[in-house]
């Protein structure tokens, strides 16, 4: 039929509009089939679906099935399996707890003794040992002690070693001093007033020349050279002024030094009277003797330490070889006593050193 429709086209024996009418129907009819084929295969994709859906899950459901009661069998049987290790371990455990128990007991017991012991025995330990320490630190201080003591009580010995040597040799000095001296003196004194004798007469001489040269240079001045020009007086007023200000400057200069010169003498007498006290009432009970060696040994002590000073040489001082003396407190009248018979001695040396002095210038002829 497809080939005598074929052949109709292609010989053009039918119309256009015939064509045309049997093109549509022809379409219409190939839709329709493709309907109804899509139809019938969607029903029967559709069927097979359906039947291998079933199909798949019945199998699914089997092999699940199958496999769970494997696992639960299996299951079932560890967890009986447990049980009886469970029941079994809880029977070991009662078994075996009384024997456990008594071996832990029996080495904690054993333990603590030993632990007992050690501690005692370190106690003991650390006790000789902190005698042993004590003992030794005792006597390493009691030696110490001896040693600082000994140390004072040689110091002592020196200074007063030392002092009496000093005295000894000092005596010695002034006497052979005071013999060569004196020889020198007498000597060279007779020497030096005749030369003073010859030195007067021609001061005399000079003083009347220059008196008379003096006299004669004023009244030259006087007549010659009389200076009456306002120049001149301006220079001498300016001179004055200048002369004046240097005047006043240098005076300045010389107050400030005195008042530094003052403060610092004054800083100095207060730490003299400071010290003074100080040694005063430290060294007042002690005796003469006593009371130097003291001085000696605290005169490079600093005010500040001399109290320190004091109390540590104090035994040494006390107990040595020294004459025993009454201790008695010095009043304020035998201190000002002591200090007078110096100044007293001084002020008499320096009375017969005017009086030497006067005698000389009445040998040379002055008043």
Do not use: C
């Not at 000894?168 to 052979?176: G, I, L, S």
């Amino acid at each position: 039929m497809l080939e005598a429709l074929k052949s109709l086209f292609e010989n053009n024996a039918i119309s256009e509009e015939i064509r045309a009418d049997i093109q549509k129907a022809w379409d219409t009819q190939i839709a329709e089939n493709k309907l109804n084929v899509t139809a019938e295969l969607r029903e029967e994709f559709a069927q097979k679906y359906e039947h291998d859906k079933a199909t798949m899950v019945e199998a699914i459901d089997k092999m699940v099935t199958e496999k769970l009661s494997e696992e639960i069998s299996e299951f079932a049987e560890d967890r009986k399996q447990l049980a009886e290790a469970r029941a079994k371990y809880a029977v070991a455990m009662r078994e075996n707890a009384d024997l456990l128990k008594g071996f832990v007991f029996e080495q904690l017991k054993k333990e603590v003794g030993e632990l007992h012991e050690d501690q005692k025995t370190m106690s003991d330990k650390f006790g000789k040992l902190e005698e042993f320490v004590v003992e030794a630190l005792a006597k390493e201080i009691a030696e110490f002690h001896e040693d600082k003591k000994d140390l004072a009580e040689t110091k002592v010995k020196l200074v007063r070693e030392a002092k009496e040597h000093l005295a000894k040799v000092r005596k010695t000095f002034v006497e052979k001093s005071a013999k060569i001296v004196s020889e020198g003196v007498s000597k060279n004194l007779n020497k030096e007033i005749t030369q003073l004798k010859e030195d007067i007469d021609s001061a005399r001489r000079n003083d009347f020349g220059r008196k008379i040269f003096e006299t004669f240079a004023g009244e030259y001045a006087n007549s010659y050279l009389n200076e009456k020009s306002e120049t001149a007086k301006l220079m001498k007023v300016v001179d004055v002024k200048d002369k004046a200000v240097a005047e006043a400057k240098a005076e300045v200069e010389e107050v400030k030094k005195i008042v530094e010169s003052k403060d610092a003498e004054i800083s100095k007498i207060s730490d003299a009277a400071k010290r003074k006290e100080v040694m005063h009432e430290l060294t007042g009970p002690l005796s003469k003797d006593q009371r130097e060696i003291m001085v000696d040994l605290l005169e490079n002590v600093q005010t500040d330490g001399l109290q320190k000073a004091f109390d540590k040489y104090i035994p040494a001082v006390i107990d040595g070889k020294t004459p025993a003396k009454k201790k008695a407190t010095l009043t304020e009248s035998e201190a000002k006593a002591i200090t007078g018979n110096k100044e007293s001695q001084v002020s008499r040396v320096s009375q017969e050193t005017n009086d030497n002095i006067i005698s000389i210038q009445k040998l040379a002829g002055l008043k």
